[in-house]
């Protein structure tokens, strides 16, 4: 996933959206399990077999909340990584759910590296890959037999 890169300017840039964040890192410190749960749920919109989404808890539970709330902070505020998307010089695929909070942050960082293909899909949360594993397939598959078979800037 395509994060918003701007780091610390975010704070000041999404003051409401920084606050309702900073809210939950305790509740995620006090209430692991029933955070991630509840996390599940939020990336997750399809039914899951029996079992999956107790494995991904478990999974997260692996992480010591301080350690993942550490994480999340060097993650959504940490370094500004917008002048590095203008640096990426090779394809790139973004996968995004359309219905995504976060898509026009995603669109416009996509547009910042110069052979990027976002693409968009429908009826998903934030984990695609689980929600729309077959139009995530899909979409990697094609994005792979569409590479050039020869690197960029290379003569054949």
Same mark, same amino acid.
């Given at each position: 996933?395509?994060?918003?890169?701007?780091?610390?300017?975010?704070? @000041?840039?999404? /003051?409401?959206?920084?606050?309702?964040?900073?809210?939950?890192?305790?509740?995620?410190?006090?209430?692991?399990?029933?955070?991630?749960?509840?996390?599940?749920?939020?990336?997750?919109?399809? /039914?899951? +077999?029996?079992?999956?989404?107790?494995?991904?808890? #478990?999974?997260?539970?692996?992480? /010591?909340?301080?350690?993942?709330?550490?994480?999340? @902070?060097?993650?959504?505020?940490? @370094?500004?990584?917008?002048?590095?998307?203008?640096?990426?010089?090779? +394809?790139?695929?973004?996968?995004?759910?359309?219905?995504?909070?976060?898509?026009?942050?995603?669109?416009?960082?996509? #547009?910042?590296?110069?052979?990027?293909?976002?693409?968009?899909?429908?009826?998903?949360?934030? #984990?695609?890959? @689980?929600?729309?594993?077959?139009?995530?397939?899909?979409?990697?598959?094609?994005?792979?037999?569409?590479? +050039?078979?020869?690197? #960029?800037?290379?003569?054949?």
């Amino acid at each position: 996933m395509l994060r918003s890169p701007t780091g610390a300017e975010g704070i @000041v840039a999404r /003051p409401q959206e920084t606050a309702a964040q900073f809210k939950m890192f305790p509740v995620y410190q006090a209430h692991q399990e029933e955070y991630l749960r509840g996390m599940m749920g939020a990336i997750i919109s399809k /039914p899951q +077999p029996e079992g999956a989404i107790d494995r991904l808890v #478990a999974t997260g539970m692996k992480t /010591p909340s301080t350690n993942g709330t550490a994480m999340l @902070v060097a993650d959504l505020f940490g @370094v500004n990584r917008t002048a590095a998307l203008k640096k990426i010089d090779c +394809p790139t695929l973004i996968i995004a759910s359309a219905k995504s909070d976060e898509l026009a942050r995603q669109q416009a960082g996509a #547009a910042e590296i110069s052979h990027a293909r976002l693409e968009e899909v429908e009826d998903a949360a934030h #984990a695609v890959f @689980v929600d729309q594993p077959a139009r995530f397939s899909e979409l990697l598959e094609k994005f792979v037999k569409d590479l +050039p078979t020869t690197p #960029a800037g290379s003569t054949p």
